[in-house]
């Protein structure tokens, strides 16, 4: 048997290779044919270029439906795909090509003439170039290519990919993720979702250099079959406008807000939708019920990461219990999660601790970081996530933030999520984040960082006094700063490090 991710996904292409299985929201559209074919001719000028076992193919391109088939063709010849944001310059873009020493770097033409030079600077011997308009010279090169391939053999533990975590908190790590990996993740998630087979339809608008648009997204919808609206970017309005077309939709929480924001979001537009989904950063309790009582639908909440792709998820029928919003819901079949306290002893129901995973899905290590990656694995070989959560009677997870982001006031643990709670329930609140910023006196003390709804006069002031009436003084932040908007990356995640960053002389 071959473990290649791709024969797994090519198995579960429809035997209509002639039908749709990506359409593009201007109007083109793609067969499984096209897939399979593009595929092939992709990995075979890989093969052409004699490429060594493990060589990485490193892609800053901007989205587009032949970007994927890059990722594809890369798992079918047997290399490592090693996709980066298409936000980074030159600085970032030359540590990770340094970092990564790929064999191939494809660019798209608009960045040729800077990221060229510092691929070759780097070693790499191949640069190719990808647009969002199917021109560049991959494609060019490609298209002398015979469009049959035999996919690779490949052993579960081989490495498919390496994604570059999002730097949330601090410089960003190479997660290795073999075949086996990304596999055992997609054929859980194709029965826990319910996908099925050739009946759902797919709104793909997330960035693809992610494991939640890369891995969940796509990996989803091929292994089960099913079509694709491809958006290469976000849209509110053109999301909105696919919905009747399609039954599952995957988003971040900035998305499903923005989503909100369009009258056009009608409980009748979404009639025909099987499944919200959302992750990657935590989803507001408001926006749960916002969004149940706008459209009818009960967004389904999970939990991973790039080290371990998904972990938890809310369920999806109701035989297996409702979704709780403000939870990420339970382990997923296969992986095993516990929460250990600071001693390292199991903490009980509810109780506040460490979140430590094993699994098929947990990846085989940081890239070049044996260190790293040794002290981040317990010695009975569970990964520690650097996240903080716990774990109720029932076996919802509830993450109440990372252990990076843990506020020590006086000796006492603050965890920021219960405080944002609190803060986001107070009148014209629209978000908050609780950052520790250091205090001569406490160690530490929490500062809060608050937007305002549309509209509303807020008071930082005003705020930390009613808080004072709701909670015990050590939780209580010492400011609270009112911002227009908190500052988020690609995915949606509050940047706390950069907020700890510009208040960290506040009490000096
Ligand atoms: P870095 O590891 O470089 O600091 P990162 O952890 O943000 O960045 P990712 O691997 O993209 O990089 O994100 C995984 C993290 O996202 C998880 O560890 C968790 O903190 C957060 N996350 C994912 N899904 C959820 C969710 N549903 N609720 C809360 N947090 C989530
Ligand atoms: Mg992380």
């Keep these: 048997p071959n473990a290649n991710l791709f024969a797994a996904l090519r198995a579960a292409f429809p035997s209509d290779l002639d039908a749709i299985a990506v359409e593009t929201d201007d109007g083109l559209y793609y067969s499984w044919r096209d897939l399979d074919r593009a595929s092939a001719m992709i990995a075979n000028l890989f093969d052409a270029l004699g490429l060594k076992a493990g060589d990485r193919i490193a892609v800053q391109v ?14 079918r010849a ?24 790929p064999a191939v770097v494809v660019c798209s033409s608009a960045n040729a003439d800077w ?6 600077a780097a070693g790499t011997q191949h640069v190719f ?11 060019e090169v490609a298209a002398q290519c015979s469009d049959q391939h035999k996919v690779a053999q490949k052993k579960p533990d081989d490495l498919a990919a390496i994604l570059y975590t999002s730097g949330t908190t601090g410089r960003s790590k190479g997660a290795m993720l073999t075949h086996r990996n990304l596999q055992s993740n997609a054929e859980v998630l194709k029965d826990y979702w319910g996908w099925r087979p050739g009946a759902d339809v797919l709104i793909h ?6 494991v939640h648009g890369l891995f969940v997204a796509i990996h989803g919808a091929l292994i089960s079959g099913s079509r694709m609206i491809w958006l290469s970017r976000f849209d509110p309005k053109r999301v909105v406008a696919r919905l009747p077309d399609a039954t599952v939709f995957m988003g971040v929480p900035t998305l499903y807000t923005r989503l909100l924001a369009e009258p056009t979001l009608t409980r009748e537009i979404c009639n025909g939708m099987r499944l919200f989904i959302s992750g990657s950063a935590p989803l507001l309790l408001e926006t749960f019920e916002a969004w149940r009582e706008r459209t009818g639908h009960t967004i389904l909440e999970r939990y991973g990461m790039s080290e371990t792709v998904m972990l938890t998820s809310n369920p999806y029928s109701s035989v297996q219990g409702e979704r709780r919003g403000g939870t990420v819901g339970f382990p997923l079949p296969g992986v095993q999660l516990r929460v250990r ?27 070049r970081m044996p260190e ?3 002290e981040e694995f317990t010695d009975d070989g569970y990964f520690k996530t650097g996240d903080v ?30 405080i944002e709670g609190y803060i986001n329930e107070l009148a014209g609140v629209a978000e908050s984040a609780l950052i520790g910023v250091p205090h001569p006196d406490f160690g530490e003390v929490g500062v809060a960082i608050v937007t305002p709804k549309p509209g509303a006069a807020l008071d930082g002031e005003a705020i930390v006094a009613e808080l004072k009436g709701r909670l015990a003084n050590f939780k209580v932040p010492k400011r609270c700063f009112v911002v227009p908007e908190l500052p988020r990356n690609a995915m949606g995640k509050v940047q706390k490090a950069l907020l700890r960053e510009q208040h960290k002389s506040l009490f000096k």
């Design 62 to 75: 901007e989205k587009s439906v032949e970007a994927m088939m890059l990722y594809l063709a890369t798992l």
């Design 78 to 101: 047997g290399y490592v795909f090693l996709p980066l944001n298409t936000a980074y310059r030159a600085g970032e873009i030359e540590y990770f090509i340094g970092n990564a020493e």
């Design 115 to 120: 990221v060229a030079p510092l691929a070759i």
């Design 129 to 139: 170039t990808l647009d969002d308009d199917r021109k560049g010279t991959l494609l």
């Design 205 to 210: 608008a997330l960035p693809i250099f992610h």
């Design 341 to 367: 306290n600071d001693a390292g002893e199991p903490c009980v129901a509810g109780e506040i601790g460490h979140i430590e995973v094993a699994g098929p899905n947990v990846f085989a290590g940081y890239w």
């Design 372 to 374: 790293k990656t040794r």
């Design 389 to 418: 959560g716990q774990v109720d009677g029932l076996g919802y997870v509830t993450i109440v933030g990372r252990s990076k982001d843990l506020i020590i006031s006086g000796g006492y643990n603050v965890y920021p999520a219960e």
